[in-house]
């Protein structure tokens, strides 16, 4: 028998902060379904991409870098020291050319990165944290494997999947995203207060924007 939408609450304290049916989605089966395909495209424009890339070198990403949500391209303009990479799609992921290693993972049933504690100096994740459905538990994920001072960089545009997109990302506007994201943040513990900006403004272009902030050197 399936569990009801109240069984499935109890595994998830972090819907208490949001507005029920936040975290629900239009299409609820698997995501290993849904990106059973292999999708060799891009999701935002070259704009939107120079972007991303623009950013990374801005802020110096480099050393060990966890791209989240990842799959053939990583935006990087130059190739970090150690890029991991994990996403849904196996095919995808191989053919990632920045990437030292990759690894198949469902976020959304299993939040628990294998990584090791402060593991990595920046961790990304590129158009995609409007998929997550348990954004609170991959954060603190985040923030247990980042290094002090190392970057989290969240990227996101007003493109999605609609059906796998939760449903108050698909509720509100650009600025609404970015509260969202920036709200993910502060409700986890470790991060220091996020930084939110629009990267891309181009009229005719894909708007870009970023929500981002550094683990905290000390945890109280
Ligand atoms: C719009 S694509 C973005 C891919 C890549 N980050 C980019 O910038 O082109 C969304 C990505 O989110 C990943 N994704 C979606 N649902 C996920 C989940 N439940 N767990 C882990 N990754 C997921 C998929 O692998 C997919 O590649």
Known sequence: ?????????????????FPAGFFDRADESDDAGFYAFDRFVTHIDDGAIAAVGELYDELGLDGDVLDLCS???????RRPERLVITGMNAAEL????????????????????PCDDASFDAVTCCVSVDYLTRPLDVFAEVARVLRPCGWFVCTFSNRCFPTKAIRGWL????????????????????????VSQ????????????????????DVG
């Open 171 to 194: 509720a509100t506007g650009d600025r609404g995203r970015m509260a969202i994201v920036q709200r993910y943040v502060e409700l986890t513990d470790g991060f220091d207060e996020p």
């Open 71 to 77: 799959s053939w391209v990583s935006h990087f303009r």
């Open 1 to 17: 028998m399936g569990r009801t939408r109240d069984d499935r609450d109890v595994d998830r304290p972090h819907l208490e902060h």
């Open 198 to 217: 629009q990267r891309a403004t181009h009229p005719t272009g894909d708007p870009l924007f970023a929500v981002m902030a550094q683990r905290l050197a």
């Open 94 to 113: 191989a053919a990632n050319p920045m990437a030292d290693e990759w690894f198949v993972q469902d976020l959304n049933v299993d939040p628990g990165l």
